[in-house]
Nanobody, 127 residues
Framework: QVQLVESGGGLVQAGGSLRLSCAAS????????MGWFRQAPGKERDFVAA????????DYADSVKGRFTISRDNAKNTVYLQMNSLKPEDTAVYFC????????????????????WGQGTQVTVSS
């Protein structure tokens, strides 16, 4: 069973930065794509960023391009989300997810491709 444990959320002022981490266990980490999603109060959970198993390909939602960076350290079984220039509209619960498809060289932006989810970490950006 794959387990994902997120950390790094918190309260930050607009313009600030946070780094989220997601530690995975339970299988060969480098063979599967990882993603970050977020859910704001009263809204659906949306795609934020994704990265292939090898780390060679990645993608971002338009709303975070140029501000957020996804990366992974396969030796540490960990995926990161560096968030810079944060805005109040980035306030949400952030979830990391692991794909259940063998995806060393591809990534996925849709939730249906992810079978395993972390518990979520709250990010609050004050204006």
């Amino acid at each position: 069973q794959v387990q994902l444990v997120e950390s790094g959320g918190g309260l930050v002022q607009a313009g600030g930065s946070l780094r989220l981490s997601c530690a995975a266990s339970g299988r060969t980490f480098s063979s599967y794509a990882m993603g970050w999603f977020r859910q704001a109060p009263g809204k659906e959970r949306d795609f934020v960023a994704a990265i292939s198993g090898s780390g060679g390909t990645l993608d971002y939602a338009d709303s975070v391009k140029g501000r957020f960076t996804i990366s992974r350290d396969n030796a540490k079984n960990t995926v990161y989300l560096q968030m810079n220039s944060l805005k109040p509209e980035d306030t949400a619960v952030y979830f990391c997810a692991a794909s259940n498809y063998f995806s060393r060289n591809v990534y996925y932006t849709t939730q249906r491709h992810y079978a395993y989810w972390g518990q979520g970490t709250q990010v609050t950006v004050s204006s």
